[in-house]
């Protein structure tokens, strides 16, 4: 299986160098580019399979630089490299995968927890839950997947346009999908956050335009969970 494309989008020369010299080193294949018109221009040219974003670039900054990329239609992972944690809910329509935050990421530490974020960008690339069906077993993308919901003693998964409904529990998915960072925010709904989109005071909205009810007893844990999500690597799972 060959590595994934990376394209690294950062416009401090010596950061720049020393992200794609440890992608080299560990045998990655790499695209750099300096400003974020040269990024969508990579972008179109090459369909990476992860961009590692600068914030603060020096034409369109990395906020409008993901979005249109994602309005070019990029479906690649996103990791953003920032130095204000701030930005955590400014960009959640262009899915970003995590941030990395500069001041947890000096030049000694760069590179153990960069190649510990494309890993788990990798990872997620191929990340599937395996739904028994009346018919079949089948095997789906997690990234695939908007959210699990508990329907009486089904569980009905929800892939935007298609649907997979099995027995189950949502406890017991929550277990299965444990380490993929699937987020509890009801006794009925599992949702994947990359396919969030907004927070509101009861409720949420995914890409798709579906809003979810957040429950009372989950409602600071969701919160937590989105902010903690998408700074430096972090280890959540399925909440149960």
Do not use: W
């Not at 990655?28 to 974003?53: F, K």
């Not at 005071?201 to 009810?213: E, F, H, R």
């Amino acid at each position: 299986m060959n590595k994934p494309l990376i394209l690294v989008v950062e416009d401090d020369t010596p950061v720049r160098n020393l992200i794609t010299m440890t992608l080299k080193t560990h045998e990655y294949r790499y695209l750099s580019a300096q400003n974020g018109a040269s990024a969508v221009m990579e972008a179109l040219s090459h369909n990476p399979d992860i961009v590692l974003l600068d914030l603060g670039l020096p034409d369109m900054d990395g906020i409008q630089t993901a979005r249109e990329l994602r309005r070019q239609n990029c479906t690649a992972q996103i990791i953003f490299l920032t130095s204000y944690p701030g930005y955590v809910f400014d960009a959640f329509d262009v899915r970003p995968l995590q941030y990395l935050l500069k001041a947890k990421t000096g030049p000694e530490q760069l590179e153990t927890v960069f190649l510990e974020a494309v890993q788990a960008a990798e990872a997620d690339q191929h990340a599937s839950f395996l739904v028994k069906t009346r018919d079949s077993l089948v095997r789906v993308p997690l990234r695939d997947i908007f959210y699990l919901e508990s329907l009486r003693n089904r569980i009905i998964v929800h892939c935007g346009n298609r649907e997979y409904s099995y027995i189950g529990s949502l406890e017991a998915a929550c277990g299965m999908l444990a380490g993929h960072r699937f987020l509890r925010i009801s006794r009925c709904y599992l949702i994947n956050p990359q396919k969030f989109s907004q927070l509101m005071d009861t409720s949420l909205l995914l890409i798709d335009g579906t809003a979810l009810q957040i429950s009372r007893r989950y409602k600071k844990s969701v919160k937590e969970f989105l902010r903690n999500y998408y700074e430096q690597l972090p280890a959540s799972s399925a909440q149960g």
